[in-house]
């Protein structure tokens, strides 16, 4: 079934440790995103990439990196995690093909607990 | 500043109709969406307006009018599995998406 892998779904991390999300997409979709999705607040973009070899930040960088050295994966690494990143992270993809909605496509999510 | 509000919770009736209201200020506008997300889900493309007029989809219509930076979302026939949060962004004039919080809906039998 075509569409976009998250992993893990779910992870408890001790502040201070790297964790990489991966985000994989078998689309063949240019364009590629992170969100992070928190009670009462819309959703905010992290970092995206409007192509392979691309990458660019969004609203809430920091903290943050991402690379892009394929159309399909696009891991998301907390260097070193801190409680405020406790969250649901969404990856998502769009085609970005001009004449098209360039509706997201997303990801299941992974919910990460930092202690 | 950019922002997009929508009613924080509603509730409504197993086959009745409900509409859910969105009003943007936005850097330019290159479209709306609405998404829908049931709870610990992904969310899912439901519409996208980026002329004024109501554009209808099955049991689902959206709204739109540029002028009064306004679109609503119709949900008729309200079925038990409408139950979930709808989410509307609008496109800037950089093609990003800026979201609103969402709507929570609650059906009711």
């Known amino acids: 079934i075509a569409g976009i892998t998250q992993a893990p779904t779910s992870q408890i991390l001790a502040a201070g440790r790297r964790m990489t999300l991966r985000c994989t997409q078998d689309m063949r979709h240019n364009a590629m995103y992170w969100y992070r999705q928190d009670l009462g607040l819309g959703l905010r973009l992290i970092h995206y990439s409007n192509t392979a070899g691309t990458t660019g930040k969004g609203e809430v960088p920091d903290g943050y990196s991402v690379s892009r050295a394929n159309t399909d994966d696009f891991p998301l690494t907390l260097a070193s995690a801190v409680p405020s990143q406790t969250s649901v992270y969404f990856c998502?993809?769009?085609?970005?093909?001009?004449?098209?909605?360039?509706?997201?496509?997303f990801g299941e999510g992974s919910r990460l607990t930092v202690l | 500043g950019q922002n997009i509000d929508q009613p924080t919770e509603m509730t409504a009736t197993e086959g009745a109709i409900v509409q859910i209201n969105c009003t943007y200020q936005t850097s330019g506008f290159n479209g709306l969406f609405w998404y829908q997300q049931h709870a610990g889900e992904a969310p899912t493309f439901l519409s996208y307006?980026?002329l004024d007029g109501l554009e209808e989809k099955g049991r689902f219509s959206s709204f739109l009018s540029r002028s009064k930076g306004y679109s609503y979302l119709l949900l008729k026939e309200l079925q038990m599995k409408d139950s979930a949060s709808y989410l509307c962004a609008v496109m800037d004039s950089n093609y990003q998406l800026i979201w609103g919080a969402g709507t929570k809906l609650i059906i009711k039998p």
């Open positions: 307006n980026v």
């Open positions: 998502a993809s769009s085609d970005g093909l001009a004449g098209t909605t360039g509706e997201l496509f």
